[in-house]
C-alpha cells in the first residue's frame, strides 16, 4: 500500500535553534518528493522537490535530503524564525506526470517560541 | 504569492441548505483540484479537472459536485450540506506545460461548518 509517514506529530523549539523533520515513503513506482509549508489558516506552499537522483537540495534556511534506496527524505530547517511556525506536509509522486497520483503526509506542526 | 481565491474563507450553515464554495485562479492553469482537510489528517482529492467540461472525481468519496465551465472558475457545489461535510476545502491548481507539472498552488480554503 502506497503510504507517507511524518515524524514527528508535532515539534516545539525554541528560536533561534535547528530542527529536522522526517519523511518515510512506501510509494512505488517513485517519481519526486516535495515538501510544503503550510501556515495556520492559509494552503500550503511549495518549498522544494526532490527527484530519485537528488540527494540534498537547499531553499534559504531549510535544506531537504532524500535517500531513495531507504526511502526516507528529512527537511532541516536551520536558525529557526518565529516564522517557521506551520505544518509541513511531505507530498509523494508515483509518476511525476499529468497522469501521476499524489500521495500526501499528514504533517509535521511545527512550532517555534520566542 | 499564488494567484488563486477561494470565497467564503468561512461559512456556517445549516443542515440541508446547498452551498457553492467558490474558487478562482488568474494564472491561466489548465488543472484544478479539490481536496478536503481535516485538522491533523493528510489532504484527500474529492474533485479534479484537467480543463474546460473536464471533471472528474478523486480518491475521496464526496456528495460534492464540480463544474468547470471556464479556465479560470472552478465551483464545488453541496446540494444539502450535512455535519459530516463540515471541513476545510482546499481548491489548487497547477500547469501541464510547466516542467514542475504537479507543483501544486493552494488557495487559502473555505472552512465549512454544518449545523
Known amino acids: 500500500k502506497n503510504q507517507v509517514e511524518q515524524s514527528p506529530q508535532s515539534l516545539i523549539i525554541l528560536e533561534g535553534k535547528n530542527c529536522t523533520l522526517q519523511?518515510?515513503?512506501?510509494?512505488?513506482?517513485?517519481?519526486?518528493l516535495r515538501w510544503y509549508k503550510q501556515d495556520t489558516g492559509r494552503g500550503p506552499v511549495s518549498l522544494t522537490i526532490?527527484?530519485?537522483?537528488?540527494n540534498t537540495k537547499s531553499n534559504g534556511r531549510y535544506t531537504a535530503t532524500l535517500d531513495a534506496d531507504t526511502k526516507q527524505s528529512s527537511l532541516h530547517i536551520t536558525a529557526s524564525q518565529l516564522s517557521d511556525s506551520a505544518s509541513y506536509i511531505c507530498?509523494?509522486?508515483?509518476?511525476?506526470?499529468?497522469?501521476?497520483?499524489?500521495?500526501f503526509g499528514r504533517g509535521t506542526q511545527l512550532t517555534v517560541w520566542p | 504569492e499564488a494567484d488563486i481565491y477561494q470565497t467564503p474563507r468561512y461559512l456556517v450553515i445549516g443542515t440541508g441548505k446547498k452551498i457553492t464554495l467558490e474558487c478562482s485562479q488568474t494564472?491561466?492553469?489548465?488543472?484544478m483540484y479539490w481536496y478536503q482537510q481535516d485538522p491533523g489528517m493528510e489532504l484527500h482529492l474529492i474533485h479534479y479537472?484537467?480543463?474546460?467540461?473536464?471533471?472528474e472525481k478523486g480518491d475521496l468519496s464526496s456528495e460534492s459536485t464540480v463544474s468547470r465551465i471556464r479556465t479560470e472558475h472552478f465551483p464545488l457545489t453541496l446540494e444539502s450540506a450535512r455535519p459530516s461535510h463540515t471541513s476545510q476545502y482546499l481548491c489548487?491548481?497547477?500547469?501541464?506545460?510547466?516542467?514542475?507539472?504537479?507543483?501544486?498552488?493552494f488557495g487559502s480554503g473555505t472552512q465549512l461548518s454544518v449545523l
Open positions: 489548487a491548481s497547477s500547469a501541464t506545460w510547466t516542467a514542475d507539472n504537479e507543483k501544486l498552488f
Open positions: 519523511c518515510n515513503y512506501t510509494v512505488s513506482p517513485f517519481s519526486n
Open positions: 526532490m527527484t530519485f537522483s537528488e
Open positions: 507530498v509523494v509522486s508515483d509518476r511525476g506526470s499529468t497522469l501521476g497520483r499524489l500521495y
Open positions: 494564472m491561466g492553469h489548465d488543472k
Open positions: 479537472s484537467y480543463g474546460v467540461n473536464s471533471t
